[in-house]
């Protein structure tokens, strides 16, 4: 008889966590005849990921279409390498032709690797803000946010601790039964703009080329219009 597993509180900490989707992912599954092929271009994608984002103590885990990042602690170098990671994460997928949508969340979680097993309210938080977007991007929600400017008040600096060249404030557009719902999510975000990691000059036109690209080969409007809004905020930012 298989064991369960115990609760072990050294599992349960606050963490910076990140919840990111791979979008369209039903149907690339079910365009594909070999059953490798999901798996090949996640670790393409994880090849192009540059090696010094692969020394972060970055942990990672995979079900179906949703991919969760966490750190063993609460600390601002944690955020850091968390924020570089799933950035890159997200470019080098974008490269691919591979669209990702992400949150990063503050908070409680429990993890424990070694039985799989993963639950919070900052895991909660960022699944929330990662399936409600309406693009194609990855934003820090406001647990994140808040956190950040508590680091801020306690090194007692007015400065934007955040990357403020690749981060953006934006109104970032939510899936429309999302803002109709009882639970109100604030869609006033710090944004990521996305390309840093593509590398060389005029990198955001390449993602916008790539936006394009994507984008006329939607054949649902809905889809369409995620990229289109990515595009718009890379554009005007």
């Not at 750190?71 to 997200?90: E, H, P």
């Not at 369409?224 to 718009?232: A, E």
Request: hydrophobic share 35%.
């Amino acid at each position: 008889m298989r064991p369960q597993p115990m609760a072990d509180p050294d599992c349960f900490a606050q963490r910076w966590v990140v919840c990111i989707d791979w979008l369209g992912f039903s149907n690339f599954i079910l365009s594909q005849k070999k059953w490798i092929k999901p798996f090949i271009e996640y670790s393409t994608i994880l090849d192009c990921i540059p090696q010094r984002d692969k020394n972060f103590n970055v942990n990672c885990t995979w079900f179906s279409d949703t991919f969760i990042f966490y750190t063993d602690d609460n600390s601002y170098q944690s955020y850091g390498y968390l924020k570089v990671y799933s950035t890159d994460f997200i470019d080098c997928a974008l490269r691919k032709h591979i669209p990702m949508c992400g949150a990063m969340a503050f908070g409680d979680l429990y993890a424990d690797r070694d039985h799989n097993i993963f639950f919070g309210k900052a895991l909660i938080e960022a699944y929330e803000y990662t399936v409600c977007q309406d693009w194609i991007g990855f934003v820090l929600c406001p647990s994140a946010i808040k956190r950040i400017e508590e680091i801020k008040r306690e090194k007692g600096t007015e400065a934007e601790i955040y990357d403020r060249l690749n981060f953006k404030y934006w109104e970032v557009p939510l899936k429309k039964k999302i803002e109709q719902s009882e639970r109100q999510l604030s869609n006033h975000l710090l944004a990521y703009r996305l390309g840093r990691a593509l590398g060389g000059h005029n990198t955001r036109e390449g993602c916008i080329s790539i936006l394009e690209s994507l984008r006329n080969e939607a054949v649902v409007e809905v889809v369409r219009k995620k990229y289109q809004n990515t595009i718009d905020f890379l554009q005007k930012t």
